[in-house]
């Protein structure tokens, strides 16, 4: 499949909305008509019998106004002018037209209520944004019958209230700081609250989420698991939620059943990016050298036939963090070596300065290689043909606004790296797929807020299920050794559930490393073998009940015994570290998420699984391994 992507069309929507702005113009044209056509037939009948000048114009309005409440003024028998004739039925045609559209009106949105009350897959979505809109129009098109129901505090027009209606949604105007709580209640029971699937808090503005998520929160008592996504880019707005709901989950148990997730465009634009056929083409790519490795590997010869990740990025802008704090996650491949990334772009090294003074953390989680662009036309040139001598290249990011510029540099690029994957940024409405090369596989484009806004990117179901998997894995694993159940995930830490995230979303790599070594087994035999392995590991925490020391010593000959399993461990605590650094963690000998330091942040895998044992558990890392090939059912 190629790794081209298309921006989502609009033409089908813009011909439903010309449709409909032609239909109001007609319905205001024949109203028109029909008042003064009415006005003139009986202005010229009321005429010749009305001499006051005041009972003629109130006789002749208040005869308008009958013709429309299906009373004709005028007796069948007396003559009256064409013009009556035609406003005389007009007229009671438009309001049956008005009152049977209100009441089918009423009928849909109440059949709505019904269904999306009883579905098992109902959707409340919280603010009709433009990002709102978008997800309600992409999850209609998904394959999951989902039932959406739309609440709002802004304004919506009975035409935008139609379309939705007519689409299966319910529509609600609620503004919840001025409705009493008679209202809410009434509110929450039509849309049977208690029992949704999913929550969207689609504000523009954090704080307005913040103070729509609040109250809700603190006025239902979930009956089954619920998440909640709220759109939140700022951290502190974040640390609101996440301490509001701790709270509330104190005065309220079934609140406990709340998984919330925050989401922003930026880091949802980024996973999907990442997420990509095009970067797991070059995630492929850059470990077949693990074929035919043989069956007498080691850890060490594992690393070595691996190549690093190499990632081009082409135009430093707002994206570029979050981009860099997902290539440390979910590239890291290698052991010795931090994902290399040579960023180009004019002014490059003061961009850098300023992005690295709030994520310093990334200068020990990727290898930066910074390339400034000057006046000199050649500086590009240079530039490509230094990273050409120097290494393979894995991925190019075209990340400037200015899509001329973006496919200028595509045409110089195609030059030294015509088989490198590329990922193209385009904030344009214009399609490129008329001026990028036919048939390539190796490209993909982004830009539009739609592509992002879908159910595989923004509910995620997969990698959460994945997440939790290996958080129940973590408590079984502590729960053998004495520290305690730990705890289940929706009462775990924001930083603590990314964590978890992040563990997931690294399974690809992973997984195409065991895939390679293996390659002479099925998936089934694969995992067939770790099942084993879990097993015997499983085993070996019932040592630690009995001598911690014995199990220590069991435990690093287990590795011992399974290079595989040992390799993926300590490239599991890289990816753990390098994500936490990307996080701006820093070293510290005590945990603290607010002051943002670890004791497990130490990149020598010998002292974590020697002196600091006992303090950072390498057991844990291991258990990641036992999450691979886990099949959502």
């Not at 929507?13 to 109203?31: A, D, F, H």
């Not at 009493?180 to 949704?196: G, Q, V």
């Not at 179901?461 to 053998?480: G, T, V």
């Amino acid at each position: 499949m190629p790794c081209f992507y298309r921006l989502n069309s609009k033409k089908g929507g813009s011909m439903r909305e010309n449709k409909t702005y032609y239909k109001k113009k007609i319905y205001l044209v024949i109203l028109i008509m029909t008042i003064l056509f009415g006005f003139q037939g009986m202005y010229e009948y009321y005429s010749a019998k009305i001499d006051d000048p005041f009972q003629l114009i109130s006789a002749v309005l208040y005869g308008i106004i009958k013709l429309f409440l299906f009373a004709p003024p005028i007796s069948p028998s007396d003559k009256t002018n064409v013009f009556y004739e035609i406003a005389k039925w007009t007229a009671p045609i438009l309001t049956s037209t008005f009152v049977f559209t209100k009441i089918s009106n009423t009928l849909l949105h109440m059949k709505n209520i019904v269904l999306n009350k009883i579905s098992g897959n109902h959707i409340l979505v919280f603010e009709n944004s433009i990002m709102g809109e978008t997800l309600i129009n992409n999850l209609i098109d998904e394959k999951t019958s989902y039932k959406i129901s739309l609440i709002s505090k802004n304004f919506i027009d009975d035409n935008m209230k139609n379309k939705y209606e007519k689409k299966g949604i319910d529509v609600y105007q609620t503004d919840f700081e001025n409705s009493d709580r008679n209202e809410i209640r009434e509110l929450f029971a039509a849309l049977n609250i208690n029992k949704a699937k999913y929550m969207f808090f689609c504000a523009d503005a954090d704080l307005e989420n913040y103070a729509l998520y609040t109250n809700v929160i603190k006025r239902i008592k979930p009956q089954r698991h619920i998440i909640c996504y709220v759109k939140c880019e700022s951290k502190t707005v974040s640390s609101y939620i996440e301490d509001m709901i701790a709270q509330e989950r104190k005065k309220e148990e079934s609140l406990k059943k709340i998984d919330t997730v925050h989401f922003d465009e930026r880091d949802l634009t980024v996973r999907m990016l990442i997420s990509d056929k095009c970067v797991s083409k070059s995630i492929s790519s850059n470990v077949e050298g693990l074929l035919g490795i043989g069956n007498t590997v080691t850890p060490e010869l594992i690393d070595e036939n691996i190549k690093r990740m190499h990632v081009l990025i082409i135009g430093i802008n707002e994206l570029t963090s979050t981009l860099l704090k997902f290539i440390s996650n979910d590239m890291t491949m290698t052991l010795k070596e931090n994902v290399k990334v040579s960023i180009i772009d004019r002014d490059a090294d003061r961009k850098m300065k300023e992005l690295l003074v709030d994520n310093g953390g990334l200068n020990n989680s990727l290898d930066i290689q910074i390339m400034s662009l000057s006046s000199e036309r050649n500086m590009m040139y240079d530039h490509l043909r230094s990273i050409k001598n120097e290494a393979d290249l894995s991925l190019i990011f075209l990340m400037n606004e200015d899509v001329v510029k973006s496919l200028k540099n595509l045409k110089l690029l195609n030059r030294y790296f015509e088989g490198v994957p590329k990922i193209i940024r385009n904030v344009s409405n214009i399609d490129l797929s008329y001026v990028l090369p036919k048939n390539n596989d190796n490209i993909k484009i982004f830009g539009d807020v739609s592509q992002i806004m879908t159910e595989d990117v923004m509910i995620r179901a997969s990698l959460d299920k994945r997440a939790k998997q290996f958080n129940d894995s973590y408590n079984i694993s502590s729960a053998a050794a004495g520290m305690g159940e730990g705890q289940k995930w929706n009462e775990l830490s924001y930083v603590k559930k990314t964590s978890s995230r992040l563990s997931a979303a690294h399974d690809r790599i992973k997984e195409e490393i065991v895939r390679k070594i293996f390659s002479d087994k099925s998936e089934d035999e694969i995992k067939a073998y770790l099942n084993l392995k879990f097993e015997e590991f499983s085993a070996l925490q019932e040592i630690r009940k009995v001598d911690n020391e014995e199990f220590k010593k069991k435990f690093c000959e287990y590795l011992k015994n399974a290079p595989v399993l040992d390799f993926l461990s300590r490239l599991e605590h890289k990816r753990w570290c390098n994500s936490y650094y990307a996080m701006n963690f820093k070293y510290g000998e005590k945990k603290d998420e607010n002051l943002k330091t670890h004791p497990c942040l130490i990149d020598d895998w010998k002292i974590i699984i020697g002196e600091k044992f006992d303090t950072c558990h390498p057991e844990y890392d291991l258990l990641s391994v036992f999450t691979l090939f886990q099949r959502e059912e």
